[in-house]
């Protein structure tokens, strides 16, 4: 049995669980997550397994 975890779902939900603890952090989060997807799809990386 092979488990292979993705980049996107994996940010999106420690955002989530950070909106949910700290919902003033919404804005950082947010952006953070926008430059670091962007930056991934720009490097051809947005199919990058850990």
Do not use: D, N, Q
Not at 7 to 32: C, E, F, K, N
């Amino acid at each position: 049995m092979s488990f292979t975890l993705s980049i996107g779902p994996l940010v999106s939900l420690i955002a989530g669980i950070l909106i949910l603890v700290m919902p003033r952090l919404l804005s950082t989060i947010v952006a953070l997550y926008l430059i670091i997807m962007g930056i991934l799809g720009l490097l051809g990386m947005h199919s990058l397994k850990v």
